[in-house]
């Protein structure tokens, strides 16, 4: 089984920063690409970062230059670094790994930025 279990969560100001990460376990980690989305009341969940297993990232237009994505196929872990944080950046963040023709999702983290 597939497990993603995400941690760093938690309240900034605008302008702040926090650090998500997430730890895979159930698959071979340094083979899959990892995805981080989030999900703010009334929106739908968006694609906010995601990095291969070589390591090339993406970004979402949204947080391009204020977040980044990173993994260590070492621990199974992959994070995201968020940097000069908006109140629009407010949401439930998410863990994602396609694999096995299934996508899995971890429980989410909690993002609140507000002054």
Do not use: H
Request: proline residues 2%; aromatic residues 10%.
């Amino acid at each position: 089984q597939v497990y993603l279990v995400e941690s760093g969560g938690g309240s900034a100001q605008p302008g702040g920063s926090l650090r998500l990460s997430c730890r895979a376990s159930g698959i071979n980690f340094r083979l899959y690409t990892m995805n981080w989305y989030r999900q703010g009341t009334g929106t739908q969940r968006e694609l906010v970062a995601n990095i291969t297993g070589g390591g090339s990232r993406s970004y979402a237009d949204s947080v391009k230059g204020r977040f980044t994505i990173s993994r260590d196929n070492v621990r199974n872990t992959v994070s995201l670094q968020l940097n000069s944080l908006e109140p629009e950046d407010t949401a439930t963040y998410y863990c994602n790994v396609q694999a096995r023709g299934s996508s899995f999702w971890g429980r989410g983290t909690q993002v609140t930025v507000s002054s």
